[in-house]
């Protein structure tokens, strides 16, 4: 091996990993053209293609009100939510699924709405933090959060209500470890997991979720 081509670093030289790169570029290259050739032979025009795969319309109830929404095939329920429906509630931290401060309820149950096609919520109901207060009034778990000091700086504090409203609604008296393993995949940067806990009691107190 000539000095140039050695490893810098025991693994990968600077001239293996360009070669390794341009492969890659020419076989990208050639899978492209083999792909535009069998819709060419299908008779679809890339254009068309993309613009069939790039709409759909889909309609949920979102808070009790049926919605309609034009999303396109890789939107996720959070950017749907958020960036077309105004429902800003839902907050945008991780944006891959590890800190749950998108959480909203689909048919009842906490999802990430980063993690979720806008797609998947076609027919279905989705919970927003925005639908938990009814005629101004907050809903227990909300009223119990404000009680208890349960937020700083307060973004994790509506996936963090989500979850604790679909726990409350599943179990009207959780023991602390049920409480915990619920709220497992919510991260609190700011550490109030304490009072977070104390707000779950006291909503059980108050009799509500
Ligand atoms: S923003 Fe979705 S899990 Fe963090
Ligand atoms: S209150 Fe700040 S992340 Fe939870």
Redesign the pocket.
């Known amino acids: 091996m000539k000095d140039k081509e050695k490893p810098t670093d025991g693994k990968f030289s600077r001239r293996g990993f360009l070669k390794g790169t341009s492969l890659g570029v020419a076989a990208g290259t050639m899978l492209g053209s083999a792909r535009a050739e069998i819709r060419e032979q299908a008779g679809l025009p890339q254009a068309r293609l993309l613009k069939a795969a790039a709409e759909h319309k889909v309609t949920f109830s979102l808070n009790g009100a049926k919605t309609a929404a034009t999303v396109r095939t890789g939107h996720t329920l959070l950017e749907t939510l958020r960036d077309q429906l105004e429902m800003t509630g839902t907050k945008l931290v991780c944006d891959h699924g590890t800190c749950g401060a998108c959480t909203v309820l689909l048919d009842g149950e906490p999802v990430n709405s980063c993690l979720t096609l806008a797609c998947d919520a076609d027919g279905r109901a989705v919970e927003t933090v925005e639908g938990l207060a009814q005629d101004g009034k907050l809903s227990p778990i909300q009223e119990a959060f404000a009680k208890e000091d349960a ?7 509506p996936g ?1 209500v989500m979850s604790c409203t679909a726990l409350l609604r599943a179990n009207k008296n959780p023991s602390r470890e049920e409480t915990q393993q619920a709220l497992c995949g919510n991260i ?3 550490g ?1 997991y304490i009072n977070i806990f104390r707000a779950v009691d006291s909503a059980v107190k108050a009799g509500g979720k």
């Open positions: 937020l700083q700086c307060g973004f994790c504090t963090m609190c940067r700011c109030t």
